[in-house]
């Protein structure tokens, strides 16, 4: 077993239980144990689309011949900031209030992990990927930050939405530019 492969499992450990959060959560609004929310439906699409992103991307990693301690804690980071965000996502019982109602109240701490998530990103790519601060990949995470910390501070439903879709386009068109593809000569 490679060092990647090592490290990659412990990786995908914690990814898999932010997985597994965001899949109860859902089991749970099936169930009608929960009050389903169209806009708290719109963040475990973006909250999975970032985790399988996440998991996509880490076979960047591979090419790094050694870790450090450092470099290590700062990747685990961001599926430990990605589990707390879906842990965060649902409440802890069951009940009648309606989970657009629970997101809009549980939103500084969900939309600040988040943020956080994608700050780590940046973090990575500066001290880890040694690739700067690229524009285009820059903007691309800078951008989210702006708008996660827009929803953090308000509570207007339209004004809700209208950052969210920005934020999931946004999501998906990095996925799409940046790391739709990998393979062997990927990196």
Do not use: C
């Not at 109240?105 to 601060?133: E, Q």
């Not at 708008?147 to 946004?170: C, D, F, H, N, P």
């Amino acid at each position: 077993m490679s060092l990647f492969e090592f490290l990659l499992v412990i990786f995908s450990i914690v990814l898999g239980l932010g997985i597994t959060e965001l899949l109860s959560g859902t089991v749970r609004i099936l169930r009608h144990d929960l009050v389903f929310g169209r806009l708290h439906l719109l963040w475990i699409v973006i909250v999975f689309q970032v985790q399988v992103q996440l998991g996509w991307a880490l076979w960047w990693f591979r090419s790094l011949p050694e870790w450090s301690y450092g470099e290590f804690v700062l990747v685990l980071l961001q599926p430990v900031l990605l589990y707390l965000t879906a842990a965060v996502l649902f409440p802890s019982n069951n009940g009648p209030e309606n989970l657009d109602a629970h997101l809009v109240r549980r939103r500084r701490p969900f939309f600040l992990l988040i943020a956080a998530y994608t700050a780590n990103n940046i973090l990575i790519d500066l001290l880890v990927r040694d690739v700067g601060l690229l524009p285009a990949e820059t903007a691309f995470r800078v951008g989210p930050i702006l708008l996660l910390l827009g929803l953090v501070y308000t509570t207007r439903k339209a004004v809700q939405w209208t950052l969210s879709l920005m934020i999931l386009g946004l999501a998906l068109w990095f996925t799409y530019q940046f790391t739709f593809v990998v393979g062997a000569s990927a990196g």
